[in-house]
T-cell receptor, first 120, second 114 residues
Framework: GAVVSQHPSRVICKSGTSVKIECRSL??????MFWYRQFPKQSLMLMAT?????????EQGVEKDKFLINHASLTLSTLTVTSAHPEDSSFYIC????????????????FGPGTRLTVL | AQSVAQPEDQVNVAEGNPLTVKCTYS??????LFWYVQYPNRGLQFLLK??????LVKGSYGFEAEFNKSQTSFHLKKPSALVSDSALYFC????????????FGAGTRLFVKA
């Protein structure tokens, strides 16, 4: 399967600071990537759809000015949590779908290992 | 709008017994259905998917799932559970290929007792 990496895997920051999380597709190109957050013992909640070369599409209730998404290339999307607060502490997971490789491959989402954000 | 429901928060099964984790879905078009497994503090691992073709889909680690269009279900099954199968399982649905977003169920925690 295709590989998606996230960096960092774990970050602890002070309240009020900004944190950037990188999501890279290592062996495929992805026009579209997705960002999810997961609270303890809960499901994944889609935050936004990241589109290469254009603005991200945010889900209802997600503050676009707080969660800045930049999809600068076909292999890299970044999520920046601005002015982080303790309630932003969560597990953030990204995913990407290959642009090519056949019908079975392009219909599968490949997930990163997640980033654990703790805001003190 | 698409949605997916996992009616059971938790499923308990003895090792060696068959297991079933339930999932029902709602989409406007043809569904793309997925099962993922998550171990503590880890990302999601893909188990299997249904896009088209045979209703019985076989996936990783001996898991399989049956697509039932009339019941709008996609239950995950395994003939003989292992203790190592204990994890959090998510059913997911997408109503289109590629860039269409995927919606996840609430998750079902599977406990397999030795």
């Amino acid at each position: 399967g295709a590989v998606v990496s996230q960096h960092p895997s774990r970050v602890i920051c002070k309240s009020g600071t900004s944190v950037k999380i990188e999501c890279r597709s290592l062996d495929f190109q992805a026009t579209t990537m997705f960002w999810y957050r997961q609270f303890p013992k809960q499901s994944l909640m889609l935050m936004a759809t990241s589109n290469e070369g254009s603005k991200a599409t945010y889900e209802q209730g997600v503050e676009k000015d707080k969660f800045l998404i930049n999809h600068a290339s076909l292999t890299l999307s970044t999520l920046t949590v601005t002015s982080a607060h303790p309630e932003d502490s969560s597990f953030y997971i990204c995913s990407g779908t290959p642009d090519s490789g056949g019908v079975w491959r392009v219909n599968e989402q490949f997930f990163g290992p997640g980033t654990r954000l703790t805001v003190l | 709008a698409q949605s997916v429901a996992q009616p059971e928060d938790q499923v308990n099964v003895a090792e060696g017994n068959p297991l079933t984790v339930k999932c029902t879905y709602s989409v406007s078009g043809n569904p793309y259905l997925f099962w993922y497994v998550q171990y503590p503090n880890r990302g999601l691992q893909f188990l299997l998917k249904y896009i088209t073709g045979d209703n019985l889909v076989k996936g990783s680690y001996g898991f399989e799932a049956e697509f039932n269009k009339s019941q709008t279900s996609f239950h995950l099954k395994k003939p003989s559970a292992l203790v190592s199968d204990s994890a959090l399982y998510f059913c997911a649905v997408r109503d289109g290929p590629g860039g269409f977003k995927t919606i996840f169920g609430a998750g079902t925690r599977l406990f397999v007792k030795a």
